[in-house]
């Protein structure tokens, strides 16, 4: 009993000592488990460091980014108001231009106008009312040889001066002297004395405006190798109208010759007929009507063509 009774502190030492040994080895795997966890942890605080690192710096970035768009933003803002301006600016000067330019056309407009009623005014004062009989004129010159001389328009020169007219009423009288001086001298006298049969007469001198006169020269050329032809009815169609009037005109016993060329107007009823030779249109010019084969035989009237200008157009006071 005794000896049972001394082993029991020893046995019970040796199990605490094992349970001690058994927690201790719990403690070093939990100590491992957490330094694992530890290390664990360690790497995920250092890879979100990295990345918020780099998140940082994304977003350093950007905002520089933005606010190199918000300047440059700002510049083109600046740069559009400026070029907005110079174009209003632009639009305003063209605007102001435009007006000058339409008060510009409405003055020149009336100018024009004023121009065609005094140029219309003129063309009434000056113009010419003039009977001029028909005379007989012969030409007669040597007679040459034909060359191609002939084919050239007989160009004249005429002259035409107006004489300065006066309206006379009743009881007026008109005296030119040759000198000025005369006339007027005659001006300053109040009153002068004329005899007339077996009386005398008081008359006063007075100092007319005559109305200007004009001066020009018409030149004229007439072709000898066409000839005007009008009054034509439009009885046939038009190309075949040519080909009836170039067979009418190329009969010799009608006064007729070779023609060249036919032109025809059927909307004016007129035409051009170009002999091949001169002298065949002036013959026929001369008549004045001419019969042409048509549907039937048709007279139409011809005349030369000749072609003139108005030059040294001079007005005298």
């Known amino acids: 009993m005794a000896d ?46 990295l990345e918020k690192l780099e998140e940082d710096e994304a977003k350093t970035k950007a905002q520089q980014e933005m606010f190199a768009c918000v300047k440059n933003q700002q510049e083109c803002q600046k740069e559009f108001t400026e070029s907005m301006k110079a174009v209003q600016d632009d639009i305003l000067k063209l605007g102001k231009h435009k007006q000058f330019l339409l008060d510009k056309l409405k003055r020149c407009q009336a100018e024009l106008e004023a121009k065609k009623t005094k140029s219309t005014k003129l063309k009434q004062k000056f ?22 001389d002939n084919n050239q328009p007989i160009r004249e020169v005429f002259s035409i001066s107006q004489c300065p007219t006066v309206l006379l009423q009743g009881g007026q009288a008109l005296i030119t002297f040759e000198e000025e001086k005369v006339a007027s001298q ?30 020009f020269e018409i030149h004229l050329s007439v072709f000898t190798k066409e000839l005007m032809v009008s009054n034509v ?15 009418s005109f190329s009969r010799p016993s009608r006064g007729g010759g070779e023609v060249e060329r036919v032109e025809y107007d059927k ?3 007129t035409g051009q007929i170009t002999f ?6 002036e013959g026929l010019a001369l008549r004045g009507r001419y019969r042409v084969d048509l549907d039937s035989e048709v007279n139409v009237q011809v005349g030369p063509i000749y072609k003139y200008q108005l030059r040294k157009f001079e007005v005298r006071f």
């Not at 001029?132 to 007679?143: H, L, Y």
């Not at 439009?234 to 009836?244: A, F, G, I, K």
């Open 4 to 49: 049972v009774c001394k082993n029991n502190p020893i046995n019970g030492k040796m199990v605490g000592g094992l349970e001690e040994d058994n927690q201790l080895v719990d403690a070093k795997k939990e100590l491992e488990i957490w330094k694992a966890k530890v290390e664990k942890a360690d790497d995920v605080k250092a890879r979100l460091t």
């Open 127 to 148: 113009k010419i009312y003039a009977q001029i009989p028909d005379t007989e004129v012969k030409f007669t010159c040597q007679n040459k040889e034909e060359s191609d």
């Open 186 to 215: 005659i001006l300053k006298i109040a009153k002068c004395s004329v005899s007339c049969e077996h009386t005398s007469l008081d008359v006063k001198a007075k100092r007319i405006t005559m109305d200007p006169a004009v001066k």
């Open 233 to 247: 009815p439009p009885s046939v169609p038009e190309e075949r109208m040519r080909d009836r009037l170039e067979i």
């Open 267 to 269: 909307d004016t009823g």
């Open 276 to 281: 091949l030779h001169p002298g065949v249109a």
